[in-house]
């Protein structure tokens, strides 16, 4: 006697095998390995876009928010420094690899995502000079097998360089220029989803975004910029043990980029040369000091941190044994 229709595996039956992993429990098997928690734990692999010939289609510094014309050659040297600073560092380095000529400032990989620790929530830029960006990242990310939780979407405007990771299980995200309410709203409910509690910060007028007014180099350690950096994010911080150490010199972080980072392990960093007020002062506070010169690539209007989309960070839960 022939079994029934519905016995039949597709329907339920008997060698139905259901999926009982979660997307965390996933990672590292049927996803890549990704996520981050954290700040400042150990990082492990990076998505750059080394800059080309689309530096080269505006005159004008403001038509394409920038802050001078850039030379590309120069620029194209510094970033391969950049790259071989974070592979000598033991950081894998990824590449976007756009298969058509993008907008121009899609070397500032940062804004255009943030990673949890079930994979990455895609940015919608909030200006239309880089609206789209964005594509070139959800192409990558899926050629990498690393999950996009969520795109930012309607009317709502997000970037990653907006959110800053506070504790495993709480993010700071800053609206302002570049993130709206709605944004912050929509990245909140992902992190709901993942039981990651969200604390909205505002920032000031003239502030781009909180990554340029903040940054966490270990669980107790934090360096902001007074005057730009939000009161309720040194607030929280202090809340949660840390902290905070005010920048000693205002000219060295608005012209060199000195606060604009990125955290390599606890209490190590990859900053900018030529910043030695600054770099002498984060090494009095314990701070290992990596350094490489970025100047061509900040007349672009970012730095270290801004060019450095983070993939892979040891997730918190790992490296104490959860």
Same mark, same amino acid.
């Given at each position: 006697?022939?079994?029934?229709?519905?016995?039949?595996?597709?329907?339920?039956?008997?060698?139905?095998?259901?999926?009982?992993?979660?997307?965390?429990?996933? &990672?590292?098997?049927?996803?890549?390995?990704?996520?981050?928690?954290?700040?400042?734990?150990?990082?492990?692999?990076?998505?750059?876009?080394?800059?080309?010939?689309?530096?080269?289609?505006? !005159? !004008?510094?403001?038509?394409?928010?920038?802050?001078?014309?850039?030379?590309?050659?120069?620029? +194209?040297?510094?970033? !391969?420094?950049?790259?071989?600073? /974070?592979?000598?560092?033991?950081?894998?380095?990824?590449?976007?690899?756009?298969?058509?000529?993008?907008?121009?400032?899609?070397?500032?990989?940062?804004?255009?995502?943030?990673?949890?620790?079930?994979?990455?929530?895609?940015?919608?830029?909030?200006?239309?000079?880089?609206?789209?960006?964005?594509?070139?990242?959800?192409?990558?990310?899926?050629?990498?097998?690393?999950?996009?939780?969520?795109?930012?979407?309607?009317?709502?405007? /997000?970037?990653?360089?907006?959110?800053?990771?506070?504790?495993?299980?709480?993010?700071?995200?800053?609206?302002?220029?570049?993130?709206?309410?709605?944004?912050?709203? +929509?990245?909140?409910?992902?992190?709901?989803?993942?039981? &990651?509690?969200?604390?909205?910060?505002?920032?000031?007028?003239?502030?781009?975004?909180?990554?340029?007014?903040?940054?966490?180099?270990?669980?107790?350690?934090?360096?902001?910029?007074?005057?730009?950096?939000?009161?309720?994010?040194?607030?929280?911080?202090?809340?949660?043990?840390?902290?905070?150490?005010?920048?000693?010199?205002?000219?060295?972080?608005?012209?060199?980029?000195?606060?604009?980072?990125?955290?390599?392990?606890?209490?190590?960093?990859?900053?900018?040369?030529?910043?030695?007020?600054?770099?002498?002062?984060?090494?009095?506070?314990? &701070?290992?000091?990596?350094?490489?010169?970025?100047?061509?690539?900040?007349?672009?209007?970012?730095? &270290?941190?801004?060019?450095?989309?983070?993939?892979?960070?040891?997730?918190?839960?790992?490296?104490?044994?959860?």
């Amino acid at each position: 006697m022939s079994r029934s229709f519905f016995d039949a595996a597709a329907y339920g039956g008997k060698g139905w095998q259901p999926r009982a992993a979660s997307t965390a429990e996933e &990672i590292g098997r049927l996803w890549s390995a990704c996520g981050q928690d954290s700040e400042w734990a150990p990082l492990k692999s990076v998505l750059l876009h080394r800059p080309g010939p689309e530096m080269l289609t505006a !005159d !004008d510094p403001d038509a394409v928010q920038m802050l001078a014309t850039v030379d590309l050659s120069r620029l +194209q040297a510094q970033h !391969d420094l950049l790259a071989q600073a /974070f592979d000598a560092a033991g950081v894998a380095v990824h590449y976007v690899q756009p298969d058509v000529m993008p907008p121009p400032n899609l070397m500032f990989v940062a804004d255009l995502m943030v990673m949890t620790p079930e994979g990455a929530i895609l940015a919608r830029p909030a200006s239309r000079v880089r609206a789209g960006e964005e594509r070139f990242i959800a192409r990558r990310l899926t050629a990498l097998g690393i999950p996009i939780l969520r795109s930012v979407h309607g009317r709502a405007t /997000f970037e990653g360089a907006d959110a800053m990771w506070l504790s495993s299980d709480s993010m700071l995200v800053a609206d302002g220029l570049r993130t709206n309410p709605q944004g912050r709203t +929509q990245v909140a409910a992902t992190l709901a989803e993942m039981g &990651i509690e969200t604390l909205p910060v505002g920032l000031p007028y003239g502030a781009m975004h909180l990554m340029g007014a903040l940054r966490i180099v270990a669980r107790d350690l934090a360096i902001a910029w007074p005057g730009r950096v939000p009161f309720a994010a040194v607030r929280a911080l202090r809340q949660h043990g840390a902290t905070i150490h005010f920048l000693p010199d205002e000219s060295e972080a608005l012209h060199g980029f000195a606060l604009n980072f990125v955290t390599l392990g606890p209490r190590k960093i990859l900053m900018a040369a030529g910043n030695p007020v600054t770099r002498r002062f984060y090494e009095s506070l314990g &701070i290992e000091c990596v350094t490489v010169a970025v100047d061509e690539l900040t007349r672009a209007a970012g730095g &270290i941190g801004c060019l450095t989309g983070v993939l892979e960070r040891e997730l918190l839960h790992v490296m104490h044994g959860d």
